[in-house]
């Protein structure tokens, strides 16, 4: 399974409030939703974004309150992947539950920068920077995560089985 787009980046405490504000919360439907994502910091994310692109962060991306929203809508914008130093614990499994790849790499996500073409493998955890000709090791996914991610998600995994 792999990644492959753009990168969007940014710092630390990226908190949930900030990747889909809470004014928005009311609008049920996950698309025009997801047209909210990033607004507060990123005016043009949701213009620039392309199925497929991906975005890093530094440190304690996704903290804040547990609203399973903030992946949904990271995810739903096209996002193919999300790489940061570290996630909050919160964010990380809401990620997974919902089928939105994440990896923890600190050395990729302090060296990334916003633009650059970015691939991960995730059965190996290897982050390519195809623009700089870098490399970094991420941690892979384990292979109970990995079918979660290829089901779209751990209800349909489990509807799945």
Do not use: W
């Not at 940014?10 to 025009?32: C, F, M």
């Not at 440190?59 to 992946?71: I, L, Q, T, V, Y």
């Amino acid at each position: 399974m792999q990644a492959k787009g753009t990168v969007f980046k940014y710092g630390d405490n990226v908190d949930t409030d900030v990747i889909i504000p809470a004014r928005y919360l009311a609008i049920a439907d996950k698309k025009e939703l997801a047209e909210h994502c990033m607004e507060d910091i990123d005016k043009d994310f949701v213009k620039n974004v392309k199925p497929g692109d991906i975005m890093v962060a530094n440190k304690n991306f996704g903290c804040g309150s547990s609203r399973e929203h903030a992946p949904m809508v990271i995810k739903e914008s096209g996002i193919s992947c999300v790489i940061a130093e570290t996630f909050a614990r919160i964010f990380y499994r809401n990620a997974i539950n919902i089928g939105l790849p994440i990896i923890e790499c600190v050395e990729a996500a302090r060296e990334i920068e916003a633009g650059d073409v970015v691939e991960v493998d995730f059965d190996s955890g290897i982050i390519y920077d195809r623009t700089k000709g870098t490399q970094y090791q991420g941690q892979a996914f384990p292979e109970f995560m990995q079918k979660i991610i290829k089901a779209e998600g751990l209800i349909n995994y489990i509807n799945e089985r």
